[in-house]
């Protein structure tokens, strides 16, 4: 089965950080890899879907890139309500990664 | 807009069948390229996908669960009804519907349903 892996599985932020998660397959592929942010007791949200295209509604400071083998998710400047749960989604195997906590410093 | 919610019971008792239905608005699952998928969540976990079900009644289901799920539709009545057979403890979790778009990404979700399974 495909595996998916989030680094970092946490980390701590203040507001206007700039702070970046890395997602990857066991494949290595960086295609079809999706980024939803969920927060405590709410549905996840789609974020980036297509390496780089942002969800209708979702802000700029939010960019989805990939490097080798690496498919990252950049908030440049962390804003309140970005303190959430960021996860990634392999559509081929229909694979979620662990997730990234990104949490108030 | 596209809407979906999740329904049903709260409660289940080991080995007993669980059947969850979508209700969703906004969208024709008759429509060519349409689609409605089931995820759930444990608590404290990342979402696990469950099943799909595409306009033309082509259905997908994850390996590890395909001897225990079934999906179906009912395109008149915009719903579509998730069963679980054989219940158990570890299916505690929040089971979510949710509309997919054509390039297969999960863009639409219903609020998710929390299904507890006591023993």
């Known amino acids: 089965a495909v595996q998916v892996t989030q680094s970092p599985s946490s980390l701590s932020a203040s507001v206007g950080d700039r702070v970046t998660l890395t997602c990857r397959t066991s494949?290595?592929?960086?295609?079809?890899l999706v980024w939803y942010q969920q927060k405590p007791g709410k549905a996840p949200k789609l974020l980036v879907y297509?390496?780089?295209n942002l969800a209708a509604g979702v802000p700029s400071r939010f960019r989805g890139s990939t490097s080798g083998t690496d498919v990252t998710l950049t908030i440049s400047s962390l804003q309140p309500e970005d303190f959430a749960t960021y996860y990634c989604?392999?559509?081929?195997?229909?694979?979620f990664g662990p997730g990234t906590i990104v949490d108030i410093k | 807009q596209i809407t979906l919610k999740e329904s049903g019971p709260t409660l289940v008792k080991t080995t007993q069948t669980l059947t969850l239905t979508c209700t969703f608005s906004?969208?024709?699952?008759?429509?060519?390229?349409?689609?409605v998928g089931w995820l759930r969540q444990p608590p404290g976990k990342a979402p696990e996908w469950l099943a799909l079900?595409?306009?033309?009644?082509?259905?997908r289901y994850s390996p590890s669960l395909k001897s225990r799920i079934t999906i179906t539709k009912d395109t008149s009545k915009n719903q579509v009804v998730l069963t679980v057979t054989n219940m158990d403890p570890l299916d505690t979790a929040t089971y979510y519907c949710?509309?997919?778009?054509?390039?297969?990404?999960?863009?639409?979700w219903g609020p998710g349903t929390l299904v507890a399974v006591s023993s």
């Open positions: 079900i595409f306009w033309d009644d082509d259905k």
């Open positions: 297509d390496d780089f």
């Open positions: 906004g969208f024709s699952l008759s429509n060519s390229g349409m689609a």
């Open positions: 494949l290595g592929l960086t295609s079809s």
């Open positions: 949710a509309h997919r778009m054509v390039r297969g990404v999960f863009d639409y």
């Open positions: 989604h392999y559509l081929g195997a229909f694979t």
